[in-house]
C-alpha cells in the first residue's frame, strides 16, 4: 500500500467516523434530519467502517472498487447551511490503473414543506487525455447513473448535467476528495482534521495546491498560541 492509498483510505474512514458522531449529537442532526436519514437507509443502505476496511485491506493496496456494485452509499456529516442538507455519495476509485482515478456522485438531501428534495454534483477524473473535459471536474447531475440508481427527487424542470463542468485543484484521487470536502464544508474541514494522522502526508501530496495548509500546520497552531497575550504590532505612519 502506497503512502497516498493509506491518506485516501484513512480520509475515507474519518469522513464514515465524523457522520457517526454527528448521528450521536442531537444538535448535529435534528429530528427532521433523522427521519429524512431513516427514509434513505433502505433504497441507499449506507457503508461502514468495516466494510470500508474490508474494500481497502492495508495489508495490500491497488484497489478497484464501485460502491454500486457493493451496494451502499458513503453518507457525510449533515450541513447547517441553507437550511439542513444531508450529502450521499457513491464512490468508485481504481488505483489499480497507471493513473489512479476516482469518482464521487453527491446527492444533497433537505426536506422542503415535508417534502424530500435534492440536487447532486459529481466530481471526476479527467475522461481522456484530450477533448472537453480532459481535466478534474465537477458537474451538475439528476441522478447516480447506473442502471437501477435512485433517481433525484427534484420539481426542477430543467437541469443540465454535462454543463457547467467546473475545473479542480486536483491531480489525483485525494485531490478530489479535499475539493469535495471543502467545496461541502468550507476550509474549516481542514481544522477538523487536526491532530489525524494522516494530515502531514495529506499536506505533501497536495503541495502545490492552492489549500492553505499553513494555517493548520503544527507550527501555525504553535505560532498563533505563542501569540496570545501579544500586542498586535501596529504600522508607524509616515509624517510628510
Known sequence: MT????????????????ESRAIAEDESYPAPMR????????????????QIAGWM???????????????AYLYMSPIAKDGFALPVARLS????????????QVGLYTLVHARTQAV??????????TGAHCYWHAQPMRSYDRAGSPTLPSRTMWQPVSIPAFPLDAKGPIGLVMCLLISLYGFDVLAQMRGQPFLADLQGIL??????FTRVTAEAVTARANAIGRKPRTRRRRRG
Open 3 to 18: 503512502t497516498e492509498e493509506s491518506v485516501f483510505r484513512d480520509i475515507i474512514l474519518w469522513i464514515v467516523r465524523e
Open 35 to 50: 427521519s429524512l436519514r431513516e427514509s434513505l437507509l433502505t433504497p441507499m443502505p449506507p457503508c461502514n467502517e468495516q
Open 57 to 71: 485491506p492495508p495489508q495490500s493496496g491497488h484497489w478497484s472498487v464501485d460502491m454500486f456494485d457493493k451496494k
Open 93 to 104: 476509485y481504481d488505483f489499480a490503473a497507471d493513473r489512479p482515478s476516482a469518482r464521487l
Open 120 to 129: 447532486g454534483f459529481r466530481f471526476e477524473a479527467p475522461t481522456a487525455l
Open 207 to 212: 503541495a502545490g495546491s492552492f489549500f492553505p
